[in-house]
C-alpha cells in the first residue's frame, strides 16, 4: 500500500480519537486538579460504581435472556410474523429508556396502576376496608432498585442482541442443524446452536453492559446512586477534573467489555461462514410449526412488554384519565393548564415544533454524516489492518454527557472556536464524541459482511476502487449501514444531557425540551410530550419503511405486467 | 441460489440521506439569510440564559421582543439539572462569555456566580427603586417573583388531623418510608438545605438530616418528581415548590398544599424567588439591560402570577397592588436566611448530605 495512502488513514484514524476524547481530555486537564479532591471523590465513587456495574450487568443477562430466543423463534416463523416481530423490536429501540423508566413508576412503582391492584387481587393488600388504609397501601419498591434499572436498560436494548444472532442464524448453512438433528435429536440441534449463536449473543450483549455503564437519566429517575451521579455532584461544586478522572473507571471498563465484543463477534462471523458470507445457502432448515409460530408469537410479547407494552399502556393510562377541560390561565404559551390529550399535544407542538423539525434535521444529518465518516473510516482502518485500533474509539462510550458538553465549551469557546461554539455545529460535535465509536462499530460490522471475494471479482472484471465500493462493499453492506445510520439518528434525536448544555441560545432542540415538560406537566401533558418525542424519532425510520414497502409493492405490480 | 435483494434498501437510505442533507442546507441557508448576522443588526439580540421553566417564561420573552423589537436567543435548563447546568455553563463560559442575562438560578445560585465574578452590577437607579424586594447586598442581582418551599401531602392518606405543618415532621417516625424530597445534592433543594443550615447551624442541620435518614425520606429527581410521587400516594408528603405543587391541584390530584412552620416559634416557610443578573462581559450589555428592566416590572410580575408558574409579586408597586395567585395566603412567616451565610454553609452541608442520606 502507497505511504501517502497509509498516512492520510492513519490521520483520519487519529482524527476520529481527537474527536472522541477530546471533550474528556479537556475536561481533565482544562482545569486545576487537586490530588486531595480527588482522592476524596475516588472514595466517594466506589459505591456508586459497584451500583453502576450491577445494573450494567443485569441489563446484560435481561438483554441476553430476551434477545437470544426472540430472534431464534421470530426467524424460524413465517414471514408475516417474523416481520411485524422485527418491527415491533425495532420500535423498542426507538423508546428512549428515560419514557420507559417513567412508565415503570406509573404502573409498577409503589403505588403503580397495575402492581397495586394485582399485589391486592393475591391477598397481599390490606384487610381492612378503611380507605385511607387501601390508600396507603403501596408496594415495596422494586423499581427503586439498581436490578430494576438493569431490567429496564435490558429491555430497551434486547434488539440489539437479537439483531446479532439473527444475523448469525441467517448466516449459518442450515444444513448443520437438520445433519444434528437426525444425528442427536434436539440435543444435537442445541449443542450446535449454542455453538453457532453463542459468540454473537454474548459480543451482543458485552456491547449493552458497555453502553448502560453510563447511562445517567434512567438511575437518576429511579433513585439508584450510580458513578454518572457521583460525577455531576463534582461538577455542582465546579471541580470538572475532579469529575473527568471519575469517569476514568469506566473506560477500562467499557474498552474491556466493548473489545471482548468485538472479538467474539468476529470469531462469531468466522464460525457461521459455514456457507460463505453472501452466499446464503438455499436450505434453510425446517420451518416452524404452529407450535413454533404461537411460541414465537407469544415470545415476540414477552420480550417487547419491559420496554413497549409497558410504557404504551402507561401512555394510554395518563391520556384516558386526563382530567376534564379546565379553566386555563393567561397565555400564549400554556401547555401545562391544557387538559386533555390532544390539546396538550397541540400545545406541546405549539410550544416546540420548531424544536421537533430542527432535531429532526439535525439528527438526520449527524446520523448521515457519522455513517458516511464510519464507513470511510472502518474501510481504511481494514484496508491498512488497523481495525482493532478503531475498537479503542468504544472508551468514548465512558465519557458520561455532561462531561463532554462541559468539555466541548472549554476547547471550543476561544477565539474562531466561538464561530463553532455558537452554531449547532456544537452540537453535532457533542453526538459525534457520544455516539460515532457505535456508527463506526456497526459499519465496521457491516463491512465485513461482504466477501472479499465478491470484491476480488469485481476488480478482475475491471471495475475501478469506486466503482466497487458502489456496486459491491455499500450494496452489500447496505443493510447494516442503515441500522448505523438508524442508531445515531435515534440516540442523537432523543439524546439530552449534553445537548442541553451545549446547544445554543436559541435554537432549543426537543429532547431537552420535551423531557422537562415531561418532568412538569400533569398528565395528559406528559403522555403529550412523549408522544411526541417518539413520533419524532420514528418519523424518518417510517419515511424510510414507507419508500421500501412502495418500491416492493412497484416491482412486484412490475413483474405481475411484464 | 437465492439472492436478498437489497437494491431498496440503498435506494431508500440515499435517497433519506439526500433529503436530509438538501433540507439542512436549505435550513442553514434560510438561517443565513434571516439570521442574526444578515439581515437583523447584531446589537439587537440578546442571550438569554434562563433557569425558570420554559412554558413560564415564554410569554414574557415574546412580550418582550414585540415591545423592544430586540430578538431574545434564549437558553433554558433541563428539570434535572435545574439551573446547575446554566450555573455551570457560565462559569466555563468566563472567559468568554456568550450569555447576557441569566434569569433563574435563585439567590443561591447567584450568589455563588457573583462570588465567582461571573456578573456585573446592576444599574444603581434598579437598586434604588427595588425598594423591600430581595436583592444581593454588593448589587449584582435582584429577586422578584415568589415561589415557597411547601409541604405537598395526599389527601387520601392523611386525614386533615394527622397531616404534617413543618419541614420536620418529615423525620416523623410515623410517616417512616413515606416521606421525599428532591435529591439535596442538587438544584433548589441543595439551596434549601444549605438554608436550613445556615439558619438552624450546622448541628441541627445535621441532627434534621439524621431523622431524614432514619426515617428512610426519599431522595427525588427533582421537586416535580416529589409531586408525582406524593400525587400518585407512593409516598404521604414532601417538600415541593408552589409552582410545582400547583400543577398537581390544578390538575386535579388528591393533594393539599400545606405552608410549613407557620405557628410562633417556627422558622417559617423558605420563600424562593425569581433571580436576574447581567453577566460581567455580556456581549449584548445594552439590551441585557432593557431586558432586566423590562423584567423587573410589574406587569412581568403580573403576567407571572398568573401564568403556570404562580409567583407572588415582591417588587414595591406589585405588592402594593397585592400581585398574587388567590391561593396563595398573605401574612406568611418566611424563614430568614441569608443567602450569603448559606452558600457559605453550602460545602458543609453537602458533606453533612454525603456522609448521612448517602453513607459516603
Partial sequence: MKVPFRLAAVGIILLAVAIVFSPLLAAFFGTSLNSHLLAVAFRGSIGPLGGTIGMALVSATMSFLLGVPFAILVERSRPLLRRIGWTLGLVVLMVPPYIVGEAWIVLLGPAGKISRPVATFLGFGPRSNDPIEIARFAIPGFVYTWPAVGVVMGGCLFPIVALAVASAFRRTDHRVFESARIAQGARGVFEIAARVLAPAAIGAALLVFAVTLTEFAVPQLLRVRTIGEAIYEQIQEGDLAAAAALSLPLLPLVVVAGAMGVVVLARSRVASMAGLEGEVPKFTGRRAGRAGHLAAGLMTLFAITPALIVTVTSLTWLAVTAALPRASAIGTHKVLRASGFFDSLQGAWVLAHDDAVRTILLAGFAATLATICATILARLAARIGWGPVLGTLGAGLAVPAPLVGLGLIAIWNHGIGTVVFQSLAIVLLAWFARFFPIAVFLAQSALARVPRELESAAALAGAGPIRRMLSVVLRGAAPGLVAAWLATYILSATEFSATALIAPPGKPLLAPSVVNLMRRGQDPEIAACQVLLLGVVALPVALIALVVVSRSLMRVSKKGSQ | ?360
Avoid at chain 2, 55 to 60: N, T, V, Y
Avoid at chain 2, 152 to 158: E, K, Q
Fill in chain 2, 1 to 360: 441460489m437465492s439472492r436478498v435483494n437489497r437494491g431498496p434498501i440503498v435506494v431508500a437510505a440515499t435517497a433519506a440521506m439526500l433529503v436530509v442533507l438538501v433540507e439542512i442546507f436549505a435550513t442553514i441557508g434560510c438561517g443565513a439569510a434571516n439570521g442574526t448576522g444578515v439581515a437583523t443588526p447584531a446589537h439587537s439580540t440578546v442571550v438569554l440564559y434562563c433557569g425558570t421553566d420554559r412554558e413560564i417564561a415564554q410569554d414574557l420573552i415574546d412580550e418582550f421582543e414585540k415591545e423592544t423589537g430586540i430578538h431574545v436567543e434564549p437558553k433554558f435548563d433541563t428539570e434535572a439539572a435545574k439551573s446547575v447546568g446554566l450555573v455551570h455553563e457560565i462559569r466555563q463560559e468566563k472567559e468568554h462569555p456568550q450569555c447576557d442575562v441569566f434569569w433563574g438560578g435563585g439567590s443561591f445560585f447567584c450568589t455563588i456566580l457573583a462570588n465567582d465574578g461571573c456578573l456585573a452590577p446592576v444599574p444603581s437607579d434598579l437598586i434604588a427603586a427595588h425598594g423591600t424586594a430581595p436583592l444581593d447586598p454588593q448589587g449584582r442581582w435582584l429577586g422578584f417573583a415568589a415561589a415557597y418551599r411547601v409541604l405537598i401531602v395526599n389527601t387520601t392518606v392523611l386525614e386533615p388531623a394527622s397531616r404534617p405543618h413543618s419541614y420536620r415532621d418529615l423525620t416523623d417516625p410515623r410517616f417512616k418510608g413515606h416521606v421525599g424530597i428532591a435529591n439535596p445534592l442538587f438544584g433548589g433543594m441543595a439551596a434549601h438545605v444549605a438554608a436550613l443550615f445556615s439558619n438552624l447551624g450546622d448541628s441541627e442541620g445535621r441532627h434534621w438530616l439524621e431523622g431524614l435518614k432514619s426515617n428512610d425520606c426519599a431522595l427525588c429527581a427533582g421537586m416535580a418528581d416529589v409531586k408525582n410521587r406524593v400525587a400518585s400516594g407512593e409516598l404521604w408528603f414532601g417538600i415541593t415548590s408552589t409552582i410545582d405543587a400547583h400543577v398537581a391541584v390544578d390538575g386535579g390530584k388528591p393533594v393539599v398544599v400545606i405552608f410549613p412552620d407557620q405557628k410562633p416559634g417556627e422558622i417559617g416557610c423558605l420563600e424562593g424567588y425569581s433571580t436576574v443578573a447581567i453577566v460581567a462581559g455580556a456581549p449584548h450589555p445594552k439590551e441585557a439591560e432593557r431586558l432586566l428592566r423590562f423584567l423587573m416590572s410589574t406587569k412581568t410580575e403580573r403576567i407571572l402570577a398568573d401564568g403556570p408558574g404562580q409567583n407572588v409579586g415582591l417588587l414595591p408597586q406589585s405588592v402594593a397592588e397585592d400581585v398574587r395567585p388567590a391561593w396563595i395566603p398573605h401574612g406568611l412567616r418566611e424563614m430568614d436566611v441569608d443567602w450569603g451565610k448559606a452558600v457559605q454553609m453550602h460545602p458543609a452541608a453537602t458533606q453533612a448530605i454525603k456522609e448521612i442520606l448517602l453513607g459516603q
